[in-house]
C-alpha cells in the first residue's frame, strides 16, 4: 500500500508542476470543469446545484491524488497500519479538494465585468478634455471617473460653452456614447 501512496503523491505532484508550467506559459486558461453544472435541475429553494460538480476541477482532484499520496506516506512514517493509514490518507485528499475548489470559487467570484455602464455617468462629476459648445450646438469631450477608471464621452450641453478644464456634471445620457452636461 505504501508504495501506490507515493505512486499517488508523485503522479499528483507531477501533474501539478506540470500545470503550473503550462500557467506560466499561458496554457492554462479556463479549463476547469463548468460551475454551472446542476442549475437546471430546479430547486425549490433557489440553490445552485450539487457543490460537489463545482468543485471538481482538474486542480482540485490533482491536489486531492497528491495529499492522498501524502498523507497515506505521512501516516505510514509514523507507524500507522493499513486502515489507519488508509483514512488519514482520504482524509488528506477530502481537506486538499475542499481547499482548492473553496480557493478557486473565491477566486473565481473576485472577476468583474470590466465595462464601463455609460448610464451610471448621471449625476457624476468630471472635466471638460475638448471644449463643449453651448446651447447644443456641437459635441466636446469630457472625462469622467466611473466604476473606478477615467472614461471620456463625447458631450453636449443645453447652456453656455463649456472650455477645456471645466468642471461638469453629467444631467443626461443621450446615445451609448454622448452624455449631456451642465457647469458644475
Not at 463643449?132 to 453656455?160: C, D, F, I, M, W
Amino acid at each position: 500500500m505504501e508504495s501506490f501512496y507515493l505512486l499517488c503523491a508523485g503522479l499528483g505532484g507531477t501533474l501539478i508542476v506540470l500545470q503550473l508550467a503550462a500557467n506560466m506559459l499561458g496554457f492554462g486558461g479556463e479549463h476547469d470543469v463548468s460551475h454551472d453544472v446542476g442549475h437546471d435541475l430546479g430547486h425549490a429553494d433557489g440553490g445552485h446545484g450539487n457543490w460537489l460538480a463545482g468543485a471538481l476541477s482538474v486542480r482540485a482532484i490533482t491536489a486531492a491524488i497528491t495529499f492522498f499520496g501524502l498523507g497515506g506516506m505521512t501516516a505510514y512514517y509514523y507507524g500507522a497500519e493499513d486502515p489507519a493509514a488508509l483514512a488519514a490518507a482520504v482524509a488528506a485528499g477530502v481537506a486538499a479538494l475542499y481547499a482548492v475548489a473553496a480557493l478557486m470559487g473565491a477566486m473565481h467570484r473576485l472577476r468583474a465585468e470590466g465595462t464601463a455602464r455609460i448610464e451610471r455617468a448621471v449625476g457624476r462629476t468630471g472635466s471638460v478634455y475638448l471644449r463643449v459648445p453651448g446651447s447644443r450646438a456641437g459635441l466636446g469631450k469630457v472625462h469622467l471617473a466611473l466604476q473606478n477608471r477615467t472614461v471620456e464621452y463625447q458631450a453636449v450641453t443645453a447652456g453656455p460653452d463649456l472650455p477645456t478644464g471645466s468642471a461638469v456634471k453629467v444631467v443626461g445620457v443621450l446615445t451609448a456614447d454622448t452624455v449631456e452636461v451642465e457647469a458644475a
